[in-house]
């Protein structure tokens, strides 16, 4: 069997391996079984990129690769052959993800939700207009404009959602081109800067330090060449970069530089062998194309929404056509009730609404640092489970920064806060005096110039990031650290090394008289105990004995132990006799004393949590969120970051600490006592599906160290395998499967790749893992606003549809027009959508669980409380002003009954009311139009009521306070000040049904906006009374 | 093993991880209940098709299934996912809801009710101006009818006779009190008192009686037609200026209808017919007609004909509104 390789076997080893292995020696068997476990899984999802694996540029020799590639290594490409290969190739850039073409994608928003429904009502309507003229050919055109009215909204909330989606997709794409990157290429003999995107295989391009590697490079020459390969592998590292073959895996081999990674120092020559798409980072890109895209929570209860009210209405609509068609109604008749059932139960404008309530929030979220690409992504953060988040950069602060000092026998903490203001630690003793001296001068990091006014903490240094970390240390506490330099002029140094493990440099005193020479050393603090005899207490030298030394090795293991980066410093004044003012130090020979030198101090790095973090961590446990740690840290390091911002709590062990507290093995350990775990990835890698699962279910603290970025791609599908709804953040472009894969992807803002970016849902401005828990808060509120609005839309169905089936059955004058109801869909209601959205939480709903995936967001206490309470006394109240309207005109309700066929009759002008008086048909429409006004003005009152009763589901309103959300009250009057429009200024307009009402009549309904009122405290009452209880069960929505 | 772990640890499978997280919050703990029910619920539902052995896979049968068991579920009791005693609760309830419900609306229709006289309506603004109407009416304004074939307009008198019924001498007599004409009817006293009514003899619409010519003229190809104005309650011509009724031709040749007779000859309403105090307590209130006997009318061709009310305070050029203030209608009369 010939086992194809798989993109997510090959990790740092690489598929070659296994691919060669397999072929031979039984060696790799039992990989094989292990990685079985995988395969399954990844078959559906992952495809094979053995084309990659093909690359054998690093073995050949420079001739092979002139003659491969048609170039020359010293002169180039002509301008000719790249144009050409330019225009065979494509341009050196990632294609962008597949867009869906935006007339398919506007076509889908004239046919998705509810408007099919709306098209089968206005086709109904022409349908019914056919049937009327073929009767009579001059029948009015109502049904034809009500056919026309319908498309029309069809069309514009259509043209509406489609402007919104592509609206919030600009958000991406003005997101910022990145400044196109330039390359040193050398092309007909000549060194040329031409943009990357232009570069084809067999360019010849120099690179050097800060550089991004602008494609996949073969190295010809190097000088002292590393690069950054942490968005490809995963490792943070820097690697050397030479032009030896090094490794059959491209991946591992030395000769090779990849596309999108960085270069750090040095410079090299290399010649492109692989460009834009078909670059390695390229390849797994497009592997996130491949991860299916899974629908959204909001999408799937939006669905489910429209699924009970298409469901209803059509089930309505047949059950009454057959009863009307069975007790011979005219088929006219039945089909105008059908459209009319339909269009009454349809809240037209209610999902063009969600969006723009979604919209708001991604707004708001934007301000908050969350910028949502996909408008549905803002309620799936709310339903969000588990955080699968990165650790540097989203968690810490992304730069080292001095945590502890030892010296004085005593450990002493730094504040490590972003400010990094007040450093409180006891600064009189003699020997910090000495440590600041090493500290400052032991040092090759500088301020780049010209920032004088920048805040220390954020100045631009040149240096490496603890050098960086020390400098910034000491400016902070000493003041001027360059004029200090200056003071103390260096004469010699070494600097670091990998093999020496320290670094050295010798300098004249800052006291004129003083002739001596101060030689100051830092480096890996064993290698520097080693050289020393004495040791600094108080600022007197003490012989270093055996009980210091160990004072020595606790606090160095203990600073270890939290994961810090630990160094040592010592020093020695060269005595003026043996080294005077003129003597040449010369660091090849060494012609200086380099042992029984003088122990100063240890001094820890970090890379400190952002401070808003642990807060933030806090904030996700009581909202029930699980935040697992996925990094590509040393463990050690990575559990003392996930202690100190609260991702492992202060009490709960991991199997280790168990082991190390009883004193046992680890195997003994019952592993389900430990509640934390910290998971390498090597250990991941050995794990069977069935393990994972039972680690991420049983573990409620998880901390994943030295992953893969791939891997993240299997703790996702592990997650979501227990039912979660994962965030998962990433920047590389080896993110981006995960970030596809997870139900929100969030990409980072500042440190994200653009891959990393189209792939997520999210972008994290400030990269920081406390906007993400803002974000959730965001998501979760919309998502119980939605729901308020759902109930505030599903009430006023109730008096909408009600009045058809008692037109039917008890036949009285049509109570509402079909195009009234519109009116309040698309007009009075539309603002009061909104306007909830706007609503503030009802309780701290961070301490809340996340929400459960059938916990629907229209449920069936929803749809109860909705139609059969408030919606059942908000028809009542409407007819009890229809029947008044009537009455007070003339026909008792008594008169009413049965009247329809008489009333609707054209030839009857002379129809005798319950006092005698006889009426056209014509003023017998007006009449009816003056009941449609009525009816709607008493729905319109009535949803005022039900408008702020929706403003809380459990809470009393003058809890939340009547006046807390402004919005509401621009709802209410909207909806006021369009009633009073559509009676008073359109009143005339007589193919909109409208008349002007008796002023009375608009205060008819309030006596039942006040029940629904009354009747939603007490309901609400009952809720906060009996909690768990029957009423709550049933009730609360 | 696992399985066991599973169950101490956490008891459901896809939201297990949930429980071990810490709860604080105690105002959270009906949502936890509310939890654990569903859970226990979904690991019910989840129990089935596990039984089976095909816990994949969403086949229309399955689907079906499940519907089934949603409708009826044999082992829990349960229908549309409530037990029995879960339903009758939610029925109580319901009905405790809807009783207090309709005592509300019934006690505030009822209270509304009692506002709104019985006699008098208490807006009439919709029902004025008077719409008009003619009489012999059946669904069509349109008078089709061949003077020799009495077939074609023996409805027309059949149903004048039957119209007319009411207005028969004796019994307007019997009924009606023949009060002064000229000047309005006006009957002071409480709204709920009886009113009497004036006579409206059928006599008075002479040759348009069916007394003297049964046929009301249509077997001499001179037709009668009534015209009646809609009853409003309250409503009075203005004063000294009875409601006159006029007829013309409406689109044509003037000539075409060479002379009308009127009945009553004033061709009016006389006022002693006003005001009209409503159905309940002018019991035998009989409009007043006014005949137009078209003598004269051009034969053979379509006539068409408008009446109009003329007086003050009446409105007889409404677009939308043929039969307010007037009524069009069209004569055919084939020899």
């Not at chain 1, 969600?354 to 309620?379: D, Y």
């Not at chain 1, 409407?878 to 009333?903: D, H, N």
Request: aromatic share 10%.
């Amino acid at each position: 069997f010939q086992k194809k390789p798989e993109m997510y076997s090959v990790e740092l080893s690489g598929t070659k391996n296994i691919e060669k292995t397999d072929k031979g020696d039984g060696k790799e068997k039992h990989r094989d079984l292990k990685s079985k476990g995988w395969n399954c899984r990844r078959n559906h999802q992952i495809q094979e990129i053995k084309e990659e694996l093909n690359l054998n540029d690093h073995k050949l020799s420079n001739e092979d690769l002139e003659n491969k590639y048609g170039t020359n290594i010293v002169t180039g490409l002509s301008s000719a052959r790249a144009a050409n290969l330019l225009a065979r190739d494509g341009p050196n850039a990632l294609s962008p993800p597949k867009e869906t073409p935006e007339v398919v994608k506007f076509l889908k928003q004239l046919v998705g939700g509810f408007s099919i429904l709306l098209w089968i009502g206005a086709i109904l309507c022409w349908i019914a207009y056919g049937i009327q003229y073929s009767n009579d050919p001059s029948s009015s055109l109502d049904n034809v404009y009500l056919g026309a009215v319908l498309v029309l909204v069809v069309i514009l909330t259509g043209i509406f959602a489609y402007y919104q989606e592509a609206k919030s997709t600009n958000i991406m794409a003005s997101f910022g081109k990145m400044i196109p990157q330039q390359a040193l290429v050398i092309r007909d003999a000549e060194k040329k800067t031409i943009p990357s995107e232009q570069l084809v295989v067999g360019d010849i391009v120099e690179i050097k330090g800060g550089d991004q590697i602008p494609a996949d490079i073969r190295l010809l020459s190097s000088q002292g060449c590393k690069v950054d390969n942490s968005s490809l592998t995963g490792e943070s590292e820097p690697q050397s970069r030479s032009c030896d073959f090094t490794d059959d895996n491209p991946l591992e081999t030395k000769n090779i530089c990849f596309y999108s990674t960085t270069c750090l120092e040095g410079a090299a020559t290399g010649m492109v062998i692989n460009t834009g798409d078909s670059t390695i980072i390229g390849q797994i890109a497009s592997l996130a194309s491949g991860v299916g895209n899974e629908k959204t929570p909001i999408a799937i209860e939006i669905e489910h929404f429209v699924h009970i009210v298409a469901g209803v209405s059509v089930f309505i609509g047949i059950i009454f056509f057959i009863i009307t068609v069975s007790i011979k109604y005219p088929v006219l008749d039945s089909i105008i009730f059908l459209i009319g059932v339909i269009v009454a139960n349809v809240p037209e404008g209610l999902l063009a609404t969600v969006t723009v309530s979604l919209s708001l929030t991604a707004k708001r979220m934007a301000k908050k640092n969350c910028l949502v690409k996909n408008l549905e992504a803002v309620e799936t953060l709310g339903s969000t489970s588990i955080i699968c988040s990165d650790k540097t950069g989203t968690l810490t602060q992304n730069r080292m920064t001095v945590a502890h000092l030892w010296f004085d026998n005593q450990i002493f903490t730094a504040d490590t806060s972003e400010e990094h203001s007040n450093q409180t630690f006891d600064q009189s003793s003699g020997t910090w005096a000495s440590l600041s001296k090493i500290i400052t001068l032991c040092n090759r990091a500088e301020f780049k110039p010209g920032q004088e006014n920048v805040p220390i903490m954020k100045k631009t240094v040149v240096g490496d990031a603890s050098e960086t970390a020390l400098l910034k240390f000491s400016e902070v506490i000493l003041g001027d650290v360059m004029e200090i330099r200056k003071r103390n002029r260096k004469v010699a140094e070494i600097p670091f090394n990998s093999i020496n493990k320290f670094q050295l440099s010798i300098h004249e005193m800052d006291d004129p008289n003083d002739k001596r020479f101060l030689m100051v050393m830092k480096g890996a603090p064993e290698r520097i105990l080693e050289k020393c005899s004495t040791i600094m207490i108080n600022g007197q030298e003490q012989p270093l004995d055996q009980s210091r030394a160990k004072a020595f090795y606790t606090a160095y293991m203990e600073l270890g132990g939290l994961g810090e980066r630990v160094l040592g410093f010592c020093h020695l004044y060269l005595p003026a006799d043996e080294f005077p003012e003129t003597y040449s130090f010369d660091v090849d020979t060494m012609n200086f004393p380099t042992s029984n030198l003088c122990f100063v101090g240890l001094l820890s790095m970090i890379d400190p949590p952002r401070s808003t973090v642990p807060d933030a961590v806090t904030k996700c446990r009581s909202a029930g969120i699980k935040v697992i740690m996925v990094t590509g840290d040393h463990p050690i390091t990575a559990k003392a970051i996930a202690r100190s911002v609260g991702i492992i709590s202060a009490k709960s062990e991991t199997v280790e600490d168990i082991a190390k507290r009883l004193n046992i093995a680890m195997e003994q350990v019952n592993k389900w006592d430990a509640k934390a775990a910290v998971v390498t990835g090597m250990e991941l890698k050995d794990m069977s599906q069935e393990q994972l699962d039972e680690l991420l279910a049983n573990h409620s603290e998880i901390v994943f160290a030295r992953t893969s970025p791939q891997q993240k791609l299997i703790i996702v599908e592990g997650c979501q395998r227990l039912g979660a709804v994962v965030a998962v953040t990433g920047d590389g472009v080896n993110d981006s499967p995960a970030l596809k894969k997870a139900d929100i992807g969030i990409a980072m803002g500042i440190v994200g790749s653009d891959a990393a970016k189209n792939a997520a849902d999210m972008v994290l401005l400030d990269d920081n893992f406390a906007s993400i828990v803002t974000g959730v808060e965001e998501g979760r509120l919309i998502f119980d606003n939605l729901k308020k609005t759902m109930a505030y839309t599903l009430t006023k169905n109730m008096a909408m549809v009600l009045p058809f089936m008692l037109y039917t059955i008890i036949e009285f004058p049509l109570p509402i027009a079909t195009v009234t109801t519109l009116f309040i869909d698309l007009g009075t209601d539309i603002i009061p959508f909104i306007a909830l959205a706007y609503e503030k939480a009802e309780r701290d709903i961070m301490n809340r669980k996340p929400r459960h995936k059938n916990d629907r967001l229209v449920n069936k206490p929803l749809v109860l409380y909705s139609l059969l309470n408030i919606g059942v006394i908000v028809t009542l109240g409407a007819f009890v002003v229809y029947f008044t309207v009537y009455a007070q005109a003339g026909f008792r309700p008594s008169a009413l009954i049965g009247l329809r066929v008489k009333w609707e009759n054209n030839d009857v002008n002379d129809l005798e009311d319950s006092y005698g008086q006889e009426w056209t048909r014509y003023q017998r429409q007006y009449l009816e139009w003056t009941g449609y006004t009525a009816f709607f003005v008493a729905i319109v009152v009535q949803q005022i009521a039900n408008l702020i009763i929706r403003k809380t589901r459990r809470n009393s309103i003058f809890h939340q306070g009547l006046f807390s959300n402004k919005i509401i009250w621009v709802g209410i009057a909207s909806q006021i000040i369009i009633a009073l429009i559509l009676s008073y200024g359109l009143g005339s307009v007589t193919t909109l049904n409208c008349t002007m009402l008796r002023a009375q009549y608009w205060f008819m309904a309030v006596p039942y906006a006040i029940l629904i009122w009354v009747y939603d405290e007490v309901r609400k009452l009952f809720i906060r009374l009996y909690p768990g209880g029957w009423w709550d069960k049933n009730m609360y929505y | 093993m696992r399985r066991q772990h599973r169950s101490r640890r956490a008891p459901t499978f896809p939201h297990g991880y949930r429980y071990r997280l810490d709860d604080q919050d105690e105002a959270n703990q009906n949502y936890l209940a509310d939890e654990e029910e569903e859970a226990e619920e979904e690991a019910r539902v989840m129990g089935v098709p596990n039984g089976q052995g095909q816990p994949t896979g969403n086949t229309w049968w399955q689907k079906l299934q499940l519907m089934n068991e949603y409708l009826w579920d044999p082992e829990q009791r349960m229908s549309l996912a409530r037990t029995g005693q879960s339903w009758s609760l939610i029925l109580v309830i319901y009905f405790f809801f809807y009783a207090s419900l309709a005592a509300v609306i019934t006690v505030c229709m009822y209270t509304l009710f009692l506002t709104i006289s019985t006699y008098m309506p208490t807006f009439t603004e919709r029902v004025k101006p008077p719409g008009v109407m003619i009489r012999p009416f059946a669904h069509s304004l349109n008078f089709n009818f061949n003077v020799s074939e009495p077939d074609t307009w023996q409805h027309y008198v059949i149903s004048l006779n039957g119209f007319l019924q009411g207005y028969n001498d004796s019994l307007q007599e019997e009924m009606n009190v023949d009060c002064p004409p000229g000047q309005y009817f006006i009957q002071d006293g409480n709204e709920d008192e009886d009113k009497k009514a004036c006579q409206f003899k059928r006599s008075f619409l002479k040759n348009c009686s069916g007394l003297e010519d049964p046929t009301f003229g249509y077997s001499t190809g001179q037709p009668c037609i009534l015209l009646k104005m809609n009853r409003i309650v309250g409503f009075r011509p203005e004063l000294g200026d009875p409601v006159k009724v006029s007829c013309k031709v409406q689109r044509g040749d003037e000539n075409d209808i060479r002379s009308i007779n009127y009945y009553p000859e004033s061709a009016s309403f006389d006022l002693r017919y006003y005001p009209y105090y409503g159905k309940l307590t002018h019991v035998n209130y009989t409009s007043p007609l006014v005949a137009m006997h078209f003598t004269d009318v051009v034969k053979n061709q379509v006539v068409p004909v408008q009446c109009q009310l003329k007086g003050k305070g009446i409105i007889n050029d409404v677009i939308n509104d043929h039969f307010v203030g007037r009524v069009i209608f069209t004569l055919n009369i084939e020899t």
